[in-house]
Nanobody, 121 residues
Framework: QVQLVESGGGLVQAGDSLRLSCAAS????????MAWFRQNLGEGREFVAA????????NYGDSVRDRFTVSRDNGKKTVYLQMNSLKAEDTAVYYC??????????????WGQGTQVTVSS
């Protein structure tokens, strides 16, 4: 089993930066793709960023591209989301996700409990 714990959220002003962390425990996540999603109350979950198991490939949602950077340190079992030039519309609960495509196209994914990011304008 995989447990994910996000941290680093908080209240900042527009234009500021924050770095979120997602620490994994339990089973190793070295072979998992990792991703960040965000969600506001009453809205659907929005894709933010993803990184491949070896960190060589990344992907970003259109609204955060060129402002956010996802990275990982498999030795520390941690994934990071560096958020720069924050805007009020970045306000949300940010969730970490670990996903693994297994044999027979089986799929496992795990979610953290989320961390609140609030950006005041």
């Amino acid at each position: 089993q995989v447990q994910l714990v996000e941290s680093g959220g908080g209240l900042v002003q527009a234009g500021d930066s924050l770095r979120l962390s997602c620490a994994a425990s339990g089973r190793s996540v070295d072979d998992y793709a990792m991703a960040w999603f965000r969600q506001n109350l009453g809205e659907g979950r929005e894709f933010v960023a993803a990184i491949s198991w070896n960190g060589r490939s990344t992907n970003y949602g259109d609204s955060v591209r060129d402002r956010f950077t996802v990275s990982r340190d498999n030795g520390k079992k941690t994934v990071y989301l560096q958020m720069n030039s924050l805007k009020a519309e970045d306000t949300a609960v940010y969730y970490c996700n670990a996903g693994l495509l297994g044999p027979g196209a089986s799929y496992q994914d795990h979610w953290g409990q989320g961390t609140q990011v609030t950006v005041s304008s």
